[in-house]
């Protein structure tokens, strides 16, 4: 029986683009932004304690900072080659798969991180967060190729949107297995020691569960999509030249392109610190705010999570309509704006409460600001099939702009502490805002 391939445009391809966001944003979540966190900053027992790696010793979050910052040069390095050759061979999708099973791994294998084998255990959150944006890399190249200009908005923000949902859902249910291992069979004993053991495990448990959902629920996706648009070349010694060939033509057509040129600038600066702050919140929290408790840390860092993530939905929505209301850049100059105010506020915040606050507002400009940002730069690319090599451009900005975030990150959170690093951030929203003013209008946006 030969598959039908969904046409330009259909719902159903739509839709099965938008689940891969289904599937793989658990990973944001869970492994990125609240379980792992809370799970390694519980193997030091004192705010003081080092950890050694590498031949260094040093704070236990600017190693995770620095081996970030390390998985995102990697992505940055490789995107325009593997983006070139999928675009020449015309196989995008055998690349985003085999990003989506790394990652899904690196998952899995996070159930045996320990500090006693730390480079090993390293070394799967590299392939986690590896996975991950090498996958979207891919991903996003699709927008062009399975939405039509007037489409792009929307079913930018409703993957996004669908990315949230699943991800709570999963959290909720590992949110329940953390706080009460015992609803799922855990022997949490009769001490507070054995109890503490119990919800550890559990943390364990949910790294696997992120793993199999990811990897799981992306078949959909895989099955409907096509391979991708190209010339059906078969891989050869000289695909990879053949890749930086196609890159070197994009980076001359980007030159003369005006609109595009000054966006993407804009967009590398803004993004280093969204992505930086993104990354960086739960541990924030954790080393930042005055919890009573370690128990009410727990819940409280997850509940934030919760919070972030459920307001983004409505935040992606609200973002898509004041775009078609006000033009794209115009709502992101605004919402530039909201994640400066954010910088200082995070500053001063000290209490519980102040945090739960700071995590509302997060959301509600954290999808805006992905997805606007997404579909605003596929409105500016030029009529061409080579979408892959364009998003590359797209990505390695980002890429190279996160690197640059958590390094400043790591250099001032190592000399001083996370509240000067975050308030370092606001100089970036500053410069993205003047930048953003400069890009020339263009009718649909």
């Known amino acids: 029986m030969i598959k039908t391939i969904p046409v330009k445009g259909s719902k159903k391809l739509l839709n099965a683009w938008a689940f891969y966001d289904w599937a ?18 519980a193997l030091f027992t004192t705010d003081e304690a080092l950890v050694t790696a590498f031949g260094f010793e040093m704070k236990p979050t600017v190693l995770i900072e620095i081996v970030t910052a390390f998985t995102f040069l990697v992505v940055a390095v490789l995107s325009p080659i593997l983006s070139g050759v999928a675009d020449y061979v015309g196989n995008k999708k055998s690349f985003m798969k085999f990003f989506c099973y790394v990652g899904g791994t690196g998952c899995i294998g996070l159930y045996w991180f320990s500090l006693d084998h730390i480079h090993l255990s390293i070394l799967f959150y590299f392939m986690g967060l590896l996975g991950y944006w090498g996958s979207l890399v891919f991903y996003n ?54 109890s503490n053991a119990a919800k550890f495990e559990a943390m364990k448990i949910s790294f696997i569960t992120v793993g199999l959902w990811w990897m799981l629920f992306s078949q959909y996706t895989f099955y ?35 609109p595009l040129k000054r966006y993407l600038t804009a967009f590398f600066v803004f993004s280093m610190a969204v992505q930086t702050i993104m990354l960086m919140a739960v541990y924030f929290g954790e080393k930042e705010i005055s919890w009573a408790t370690d128990s009410e840390k727990t819940t409280g860092l997850i509940i934030s999570i919760l919070v972030i993530q459920l307001v983004a939905v409505v935040g992606a929505i609200i973002t898509s309509r004041a775009s078609a209301k006000f033009g794209n850049i115009k709502t992101l100059i605004f919402v530039n704006f909201i994640w400066l105010c954010l910088c200082f506020y995070a500053y001063f915040m000290k209490t519980p409460m102040q945090f739960y606050i700071a ?87």
Do not use: C
């Open 224 to 258: 409907v999509l096509p391979n991708g648009i190209g010339a059906g070349h078969k891989v050869t010694k000289d695909v990879v030249f053949n890749g930086f060939r196609e890159l070197r033509l994009v980076w001359q057509q980007l030159k003369l392109n005006l």
């Open 141 to 194: 190249s699709y927008l062009p190729d399975i939405a039509f200009e007037e489409q792009q908005d929307n079913i930018s923000a409703k993957g996004f949107s669908m990315g949230y949902i699943g991800s709570v859902f999963l959290l909720l249910v590992n949110l329940a297995m953390v706080m009460n291992p015992q609803w799922f069979g855990f022997d949490i004993g009769t001490t507070e020691a054995e």
């Open 24 to 41: 793989n944003s658990v990973y944001a979540l869970t492994i990125a932004s609240s379980i792992f966190p809370i799970f390694y900053s």
């Open 359 to 445: 995590a509302g507002f997060v959301g509600l400009v954290m999808g805006g600001v992905q997805a606007l940002a997404r579909s605003t730069y596929s409105k500016y690319l030029p009529e061409t099939d080579d979408t892959t090599s364009y998003f590359s451009f797209y990505d390695v900005a980002e890429k190279i702009g996160i690197v640059i975030g958590m390094v400043i990150f790591a250099v001032v959170d190592h000399v001083s502490s996370m509240r000067y690093a975050i308030l370092f951030l606001f100089l970036f929203f500053l410069v993205g805002i003047l930048l953003l003013l400069r890009v020339p209008n263009k009718k649909s946006l």
